[in-house]
């Protein structure tokens, strides 16, 4: 097994953005993770690390607001960390609407929800960590992130292989929900019939068999599906050809729920066996 050069991760961002699950990720690929550290300290985590390489060989830790001298030591403790070879700064990200509603869904309170709305609080995060997302060597935008979509973004970051075949993760999802942020190709299948006229269709999903008889057996479906393949055989070895290891082809419709499902779902039997990884993700199948 390789892996890239990424020995000392720094992990911050905003709260509700991911950061956690990303640790419990990473500890799981062999990182040894520390959660909350206080910037001051980690000279002395480095000098360890130094000292003990066999056991520290690749080390995450997240930082953020929790720890009072954060917004002041950090900054200050980076310009050094930086030099150490593999050091990288992490910044996870979502939008105002989806941290609100994890934090929702969680109900735990904002770290700065003193006295402030959720709402409130989370853009006054957002403003104090401006100047650290500006120092950041990668932002990871979690806003349309599922947990296992997170860490399987994790694990083709930081988990590789000799001579791992492309990965290729297909995205269906709805246009009224939004494209998804890290989506290199998108197709639209609006074009195509939709179940939802059919009152008998209408609530089951794209993966019932019905459903995906429905949107199938249309000729459009079939010619559609005839030229993906045709293009999707053209681009994959060139995509190869330049280093790529990684392909997120998103596939939408009106609501996400069935017609994209369906397709999304059949361009990956098209795909699979073949060299290439596939996944398949339903973004909005639930919605």
């Known amino acids: ?13 905003l709260s509700g953005s991911g950061k956690t699950v990303a640790s419990r990720f990473l500890e799981d690929l062999g990182f040894f993770c520390v959660d909350n550290l206080p910037a001051k300290l980690i000279p002395s985590l480095v000098d360890l690390r130094r000292r003990k390489t066999d ?3 690749r080390v995450a830790l ?13 900054p200050k403790e980076w310009a050094n960390i930086r030099k150490i070879p593999g050091a990288r700064l992490l910044f996870f990200d979502a939008s105002d609407e989806a941290i609100v509603h994890r934090f929702s869904e969680s109900r735990r309170p904002h770290p700065l929800a003193r006295g402030r709305s959720v709402p409130d609080a989370v853009r006054l995060e957002r403003k104090r960590l401006a100047p650290i997302n500006e120092l950041a060597d990668e932002v990871i935008n979690t806003s349309e992130m599922t947990t296992a979509h997170l860490r399987d973004v994790l694990a ?13 993760r297909i995205v269906s999802f709805g246009y009224k929900h939004g494209i998804p942020l890290d989506a290199d190709l998108v197709f639209d299948a609006r074009f195509l019939p939709n179940p939802f006229y059919d009152d008998d269709l209408r609530e089951k999903p794209g993966t019932h068999p019905r459903v995906r008889d429905f949107v199938l057996r249309r000729p459009e479906t079939k010619a559609f599906l005839a030229e993906l393949a045709r293009f999707m055989n053209f681009l994959l070895p060139r995509f190869e050809a330049e280093g790529k290891s990684q392909l997120v082809v998103g596939v939408g419709c009106t609501g996400g729920r069935h017609r994209s499902v369906v397709v999304a779902g ?10 290439y990884d596939i996944k398949i993700f339903h973004r909005d199948i639930s919605k």
Do not use: W, Y
């Open 1 to 13: 097994m390789t892996r890239r050069n990424d020995g000392f991760l720094i992990i911050t961002g």
């Open 55 to 57: 056991v520290l060989d």
């Open 62 to 74: 997240v930082m953020d607001m929790r720890e009072p001298g954060f917004l002041t030591d950090f």
């Open 156 to 168: 083709r970051r930081f988990l590789r292989t000799d001579h791992r075949p492309l990965q290729i």
């Open 266 to 275: 059949a361009l990956g039997d098209v795909l699979r066996g073949r060299k």
